[in-house]
Every structure is written in structure tokens, then in C-alpha cells.
């Protein structure tokens, strides 16, 4: 069985987020990855020197060359920059029908350059939260989506209830931004929450961690995975990812996207 999935995202010319990330990601989970691509980033470690959205028009055709041959068991979305562009990218969606939809509502790079335009928020809440089995914000994202501060656990709680009333059908709030010893995720299902916890790692070399986590979690539904066992896996994916980092770069570096299967192999007896 080969088991496909799609990222609809931009490009990261230094390899270490966006679309490179999530095919990386892909490939490493055994799954066979396929791009839309939504805009062209000059960037690197150091951070972004330049954003170039592709028009609409080549953004819903690369997605309808994808769908009207190959299809896909999952579809990730990143960095989708206008709202044009999200309500294009919804559209053809809900066209082809796709279940297994990933939205890692991409807003700010490391840096602090804006990969989204501020008046897209809403179209992201609009269009495409409805449509997601999953959605991965970050706390910052979280706190831009619901309108309010995540200052405690609590507040990470009612964050989550209040995106799942989007119509998400499930919600993971990322810990990277926490301060503490420990890196935790929350999962909500609309019932209960759920926490996949691990030791902060101590390094500067996060860059696209959140791409590689949703590219995870995305890959793990195109192969039949539950939620939760899609978001335990990325959390292992992503802390092999980052302990093994790769010193590339003069600034925030990418995390090393072969650690996990290595460690597999050599648990498996394979290495
Ligand atoms: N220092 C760290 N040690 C261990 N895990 C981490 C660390 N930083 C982030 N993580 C994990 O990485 C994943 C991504 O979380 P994070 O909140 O950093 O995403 P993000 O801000 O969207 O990332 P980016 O914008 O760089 O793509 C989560 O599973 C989080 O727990
Ligand atoms: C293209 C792209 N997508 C997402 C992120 C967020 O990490 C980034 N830095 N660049």
C-alpha cells in the first residue's frame, strides 16, 4: 500500500522549514510526498530575506494537477501568506473531497518576519478551520486565533475549547513557546485533553520544528492513524529531530529530519 499525502506551503530555501521540512518529513515516515507550493522564500538560518507569493491561479493548479491524477490520503497546509489564497486552497479542498486535513496556521517565521497578512486571519477561521482534522498552532497562534492570552494551563485549556468550536476536529496547542523544563503538547477532541510531554531540549537550532511536527502528524493520518497516535508520533519524530540537530547555519538551524528513522533502524536491529 502506498500511502500519499500533500503540503500546500511555502518554500524554504534554507531546507529547514516549509515545504522542504514537510517532504523530508514525509519521506523519513514512509510516505509518499507531493507539493503545492504558495510562495518562494529567500531564507536561511539566519532568517527571511525575501517572500514571493505565487499567483492564485498557479497555486490551484498545481493542487487540481495533484487531484485530478495522483490524490492524496492526507493534505497538509503552512504557509498560505494572503486570503485569497486561503479561500482558493479551501475551495479546492472541499472539491476533491479530502478528509485528513492538517492546518498548521503558519503565521510568523523564527525571526519575526509575517508569513501571514493580519487581515488573513480570519479567512483562516473562516475557510479552512472547519475543513481541519487537525489543527497545530503554536501558543502565539493560538492566543491571535481565539483573542485571548495563554498564561496558565487553564488558559491553555479554554484556548483549546474555544478552537474546536471552529469546527476543528481536533486541536494541538505546542509547546515550544512554554517556558519550563518541559516541552508540552495539549490534544483536545472536543471531550478530553491530552498531553504528550518531553524535556526541553536545550538548543537555538528550532528552526521549523512546527512544519516537521505537522508534517508528521499529517503523515501518520495519511496511514490510517488515529489523532492520537498521529500527534505521539510527531512529538517522538520532533524531539529525535531535535536532539540530534545539525549545527548548519550561523543562526537558528533545522533539526536533523533522519533522526528518528535512524533510531528506528537501530532499535529494529536494521543499523
Ligand atoms: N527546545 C525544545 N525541546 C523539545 N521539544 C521542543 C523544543 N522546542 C519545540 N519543541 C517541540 O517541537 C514541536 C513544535 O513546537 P513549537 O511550539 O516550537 O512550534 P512552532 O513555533 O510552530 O515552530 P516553527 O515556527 O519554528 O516552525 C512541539 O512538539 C514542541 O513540543
Ligand atoms: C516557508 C516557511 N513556512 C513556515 C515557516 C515557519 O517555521 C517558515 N519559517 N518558512
Known amino acids: 500500500m502506498t500511502y500519499k499525502a500533500l503540503t500546500i506551503a511555502g518554500s524554504d530555501s534554507g531546507g529547514g522549514a516549509g515545504i522542504q521540512a514537510d517532504l523530508k ?7 509518499f510526498g507531493m507539493s503545492a507550493i504558495t510562495a518562494v522564500t529567500a531564507q536561511n538560518t539566519l532568517g527571511v530575506q525575501g517572500v514571493y507569493p505565487l499567483p492564485v491561479e498557479a497555486i490551484v493548479q ?3 494537477s495533484v487531484g485530478s491524477d495522483i490524490g492524496t490520503d492526507a493534505v497538509k497546509t503552512g504557509m498560505l501568506f494572503s486570503s485569497e489564497i486561503i479561500a482558493a486552497v479551501a475551495e479546492q479542498i472541499r472539491r476533491f473531497g479530502w478528509k485528513n486535513i492538517v492546518v498548521d496556521p503558519v503565521m510568523i517565521a523564527k525571526g519575526g518576519a509575517p508569513l ?3 487581515e488573513a486571519v480570519q479567512a483562516l477561521k473562516e475557510h479552512l478551520l472547519p475543513l481541519a482534522a487537525v489543527i497545530t498552532p503554536n501558543i502565539p497562534e493560538a492566543e491571535v486565533l481565539t483573542g485571548m492570552q495563554i498564561e496558565s494551563p487553564a488558559d491553555k485549556q479554554e484556548a483549546a475549547r474555544r478552537l474546536f468550536d471552529t469546527g476543528v476536529r481536533h486541536v494541538v496547542i505546542k509547546g515550544g513557546h512554554d517556558e519550563g523544563s518541559q516541552a508540552s503538547d495539549l490534544l483536545y477532541d472536543g471531550q478530553h485533553f491530552q498531553y504528550f510531554t518531553s524535556d526541553r531540549l536545550p538548543t537555538k537550532n528550532t528552526h521549523g520544528t512546527g512544519c516537521t511536527f505537522a508534517a508528521a502528524v499529517t503523515a501518520e493520518l495519511a496511514k490510517g492513524k488515529t ?3 498521529a ?6 519524530f520532533i524531539q529525535a529531530a531535535i536532539a540530534d540537530d545539525l549545527q548548519i547555519g550561523g543562526g537558528h538551524g533545522p533539526t536533523n529530519h533522519w533522526a528518528y528513522g535512524r533510531r528506528q533502524a537501530v532499535l529494529g536491529g536494521k543499523a
Open 62 to 64: 498545481q493542487i487540481q
Open 227 to 229: 489523532a492520537a497516535e
Open 116 to 118: 501571514l497578512q493580519e
Open 25 to 31: 518529513t514525509f519521506q523519513e515516515l514512509d510516505v
Open 231 to 236: 500527534v505521539q508520533t510527531a512529538k517522538d
